[in-house]
């Protein structure tokens, strides 16, 4: 493993985090906001870690187009941004979720489940952004 790809990945994976984390956060504090204090409906919960998942993934593309658009103009940022950041966002996604349903059984977001929310979408896509640094000479962006 060389230690220059696995400090490039580990940056890339991070800019795709802090755009999942708006995204997946924000939306399920939006949910969590509106049913306080009684806590999100048991019926909704697949509704919610879908918002969740999907404006996750819109922010991440969203942000990394812009980080983007001064290198490669606009269009082709967007591109890259979707195609080449995809699989990775999934995984985030999907890591981030099941790490706060394991943690709080339901979707919630609380200061102390955070870390381990953050840490496990950090750790889901960042073996994928390494193998396609390795493989392509670029990941996430």
Same mark, same amino acid.
């Given at each position: 493993? +060389? &230690?220059? !790809?696995a400090r490039?990945?580990a940056?890339?994976? %991070? /800019?795709?985090?802090?755009?999942c984390?708006i995204?997946?956060?924000?939306?399920i504090?939006?949910?969590?906001?509106?049913?306080?204090?009684?806590?999100?409906?048991?019926?909704?919960?697949?509704?919610v870690w879908?918002?969740a998942?999907t404006?996750?993934?819109?922010? +991440? &593309?969203? !942000?990394?187009?812009?980080?983007?658009?001064?290198q %490669? /103009?606009?269009?082709?940022?967007?591109?890259?941004?979707?195609?080449?950041?995809?699989?990775?966002?999934?995984?985030?996604?999907?890591a981030?979720?099941?790490a706060?349903?394991?943690m709080?059984?339901e979707?919630?977001?609380?200061?102390?489940v955070?870390?381990?929310?953050?840490?496990?979408?950090?750790l889901a896509a960042?073996?994928y952004?390494y193998?396609r640094?390795?493989?392509?000479?670029?990941?996430?962006?």
């Amino acid at each position: 493993m +060389s &230690i220059q !790809l696995a400090r490039k990945s580990a940056k890339n994976t %991070l /800019g795709c985090l802090v755009g999942c984390a708006i995204g997946d956060l924000g939306a399920i504090f939006c949910f969590q906001s509106y049913y306080s204090p009684n806590g999100i409906p048991p019926e909704l919960w697949n509704l919610v870690w879908a918002v969740a998942m999907t404006s996750g993934i819109i922010s +991440s &593309i969203i !942000l990394e187009t812009l980080i983007l658009w001064k290198q %490669l /103009g606009g269009k082709e940022a967007f591109r890259t941004a979707v195609g080449m950041s995809l699989i990775s966002m999934v995984l985030m996604e999907v890591a981030m979720n099941v790490a706060d349903y394991g943690m709080m059984g339901e979707p919630a977001i609380t200061l102390s489940v955070l870390p381990v929310t953050l840490g496990a979408g950090f750790l889901a896509a960042w073996p994928y952004n390494y193998w396609r640094l390795k493989k392509h000479g670029k990941c996430c962006h």
